[in-house]
């Protein structure tokens, strides 16, 4: 018998990943992450401002495809470091990123 003490989630490959996430916007009040993996949610993932003034966040997402945005002083802002870009369910423009 395989006793996996972290559960079946964690008994093969991992499921979840690591991705930092930066916007430069060095002049903004507030900065923070939206997408799909938080129902678009603006208090769900603030972002930290770094000493030069770029913003930074690390999300762990799972395997897939994520639309994203960053919400810069309450305007929707794509990220020019994205992977592609598509829309989301209100029809604007957003970012795209793999994760595997």
């Known amino acids: 018998m395989n006793r ?3 559960g079946p989630a964690l008994a093969g490959k991992r499921t979840l ?5 930066i916007c430069d916007a060095t002049q903004a009040r507030s ?7 938080n129902r678009w949610d603006a208090a769900a993932h603030p972002m930290k401002r770094m000493p030069d003034g ?11 495809h994520h639309r994203y945005a960053f919400l810069v002083d309450g305007v929707i802002t794509l990220d020019p ?7 989301n369910d209100q029809n604007e ?3 795209l990123i793999p994760v595997s």
Do not use: C, M
């Open 4 to 6: 996996n003490p972290f």
């Open 17 to 21: 990943r690591g991705v930092n996430f």
């Open 31 to 37: 900065v923070s992450l939206v997408g799909d993996f």
């Open 54 to 64: 770029a913003w930074l966040l690390s999300v762990e997402l799972k395997h897939g």
């Open 81 to 87: 470091r994205a992977q592609g870009v598509t829309r």
């Open 93 to 95: 423009r957003v970012s």
